[in-house]
DNA sequence: GCAATAGTGTCTTTCAGACACTATATC
DNA sequence: GATATAGTGTCTGAAAGACACTATTGC
């Protein structure tokens, strides 16, 4: 055996994949793109791309989200790594996912200029943090089907968003820079699957002191406007 | 350039470090191992090892541990993947670090058998969640100096298992099969790096269903013994 | 009986859920 | 003034922390 077929034989590939999340009218929503080519061409995959050698992990989930999701500035962080012998079909290729979120007005410039992208609404069939895979759903509420294992790194993605809800601050790269507590509410609403309690949502914010008022109200809204927030430097 | 050397470019190297921890006499611990040769010679190491490309990310985990750690049957669980261009001064190298727990009269065997093999207590130096590294100390309470970036995946090995200590069941992958509330709750303490309240301790744990009283009592105490108990099944 | 820990009773505080109420903007 | 939501006051119940107390074993 030659020393370059003994090393193709050797290493594994390594790919990321990434999870661009955002909540779109109170429901969670995902970043997907249509697969032109075989294996798995038709169906949706996450974005996603092959880390270079020169580049770390991070690196390369950050090419991802400027190249192939045409974005910049999410929150990103990483999810899992994905190592099973048969999760796709070319060969042995290991995936480092990871999530990354952004308000849903970011993601129109993308979704317009390449038609292969879709921000599809994210189901699942768990409460909690059981855990388990995601269903991605069209405007119509029809199934995607998804390529390769995304439709459980997506799961996962849901099951760490809900973890770490409560003691960070995730939902705030959900929304602009200026929010109202009932957008607030219904970030966390959509992130948990289901609907919380409003004056014990305000106590716990606002007394968490990661809120700042800003005097501001916000406007058009036809009925009572609500003051407007930001989130208080770290 | 010949294909060859572009394959040899292309691919970075991907290795499995596992956190194999326990607790002894009330302190958390961990097993690492002496390097013998360059680099970091001297200094101490999670046990790794490449991942072959034959061979799943867990089953490579689970490899290094019968391997290198010479134990089987521990609970283990990815951690996290490490990624940065230099952490190993080698070359590009990847690792998917997982985390382990083994009760420590499981380690006896282990540390008499391979004399570069060690459970050394774990310390950090910050407090609840706020995260980062960890340092390992002797008997004599000198530290280890820890190669590569395994000081890093040993903070997040802290860190994690504090995070998931109350909503899971690793505290019992720490103990033998009958233990009592006082173990139990020795274990909590070690991994939190606090003290608990013991009615609060007892009323929390004992009304969440996840134990079982076994009627038998613990032997040679030299005052009151406790009643023993058992993780129910799931 | 003494020592040492097991195990419990109870008070207080904290906080979430529930519900109803008042306040204030647009129309 | 009608309407719709913003925002608050207050009651209740669950659970943690604190503390003291009783119980039980070996010696």
Redesign the pocket.
Known sequence: MSRRAFQDYDKPSVATDLVLMSVRTGRLAVLLQKRAHEPEAGKWALPGGFVDVGESLDAAAERVLAEKARMAGAWVEQLYTFGDLQRDPRGRVITVAYFALLPEEKFGPALTSAPDLALAEVQVDWAGETGGSARALDEEGLELPLAFDHADILGLAVKRLRGKLDYSDIAFALLPELF???ELQQVHEAILGLS?????????LIDGGRLEATGR?EA????????LYRRKAP
Chains 1, 2 share one sequence.
């Open positions: 109202t507590l009932r919380l309690n409003k004056p014990a949502f305000r106590r716990r109200r058009g809204t036809g009925f009572r406007p609500a003051e």
